[in-house]
T-cell receptor, first 111, second 112 residues
Framework: DQQVKQNSPSLSVQEGRISILNCDYTNSMFDYFLWYKKYPAEGPTFLISISSIKDKNEDGRFTVFLNKSAKHLSLHIVPSQPGDSAVYFCAAQTDTGKLIFGQGTTLQVKP | KAGVTQTPRYLIKTRGQQVTLSCSPISGHRSVSWYQQTPGQGLQFLFEYFSETQRNKGNFPGRFSGRQFSNSRSEMNVSTLELGDSALYLC???????????FGPGTRLTVT
């Protein structure tokens, strides 16, 4: 039972364009969401988060949008850079602090 | 400050054997969580330890176990290995339970 889903296994965009990574969740009790980035041979690193009391959070080139009614969040990267090429995981934090991750989306940014 | 370290980085075992993986958290962090990453499944939560006590547990069989020591270092053990246990095992530490998690590079386990 996948409570957090990333339905696109991969995404390819041109350098300078926008990358949009999507994530859906099923449990309406989730109230805190995070995005992690993972390079090969390294552990995931925290990128950006959003609380359910907000619908948008921005940090430089990265913006996360949350649509609670649709149980959907998305990560926008503008402009995309080749160094952004990595696997991106969205995660929901439960009330006990446990993180539930999606399957990940591999982003490739072409120069 | 040193990051989360995991040993060994790579491991090859055969079916039926057991394995122990080690995780040293960031200095001062008292919570350690373990995850299994497999292709198509993302990161699946195994368990979390805080102050030597298991605080959270995922949906894995009893062959998967863990513990935490008084210095916050943690080990996870998998007994009677199966081919499907081949995965990247990631450890994450946080200052306290529920706070931001910092991941180690993982241990790549291959079961043949």
């Amino acid at each position: 039972d996948q409570q957090v889903k990333q339905n696109s296994p991969s995404l390819s965009v041109q350098e300078g364009r926008i990358s949009i990574l999507n994530c859906d969740y099923t449990n309406s009790m989730f109230d805190y969401f995070l995005w992690y980035k993972k390079y090969p041979a390294e552990g995931p690193t925290f990128l950006i988060s959003i609380s359910s009391i907000k619908d948008k959070n921005e940090d430089g080139r990265f913006t996360v949008f949350l649509n609670k009614s649709a149980k959907h969040l998305s990560l926008h990267i503008v402009p995309s850079q080749p160094g952004d090429s990595a696997v991106y995981f969205c995660a929901a934090q439960t009330d006990t602090g446990k993180l539930i991750f999606g399957q990940g989306t591999t982003l490739q940014v072409k120069p | 400050k040193a990051g989360v370290t995991q040993t060994p980085r790579y491991l090859i075992k055969t079916r039926g054997q057991q394995v122990t993986l080690s995780c040293s958290p960031i200095s001062g962090h008292r919570s350690v969580s373990w995850y299994q990453q497999t292709p198509g499944q993302g990161l699946q939560f195994l368990f979390e330890y805080f102050s030597e006590t298991q605080r959270n547990k995922g949906n894995f069989p009893g062959r998967f176990s863990g513990r935490q020591f008084s210095n916050s270092r943690s080990e996870m053990n998998v007994s009677t290995l199966e081919l499907g246990d081949s995965a990247l095992y990631l450890c994450a530490s946080s200052l306290i339970a529920g706070s931001e998690q910092y991941f180690g590079p993982g241990t790549r386990l291959t079961v043949t």
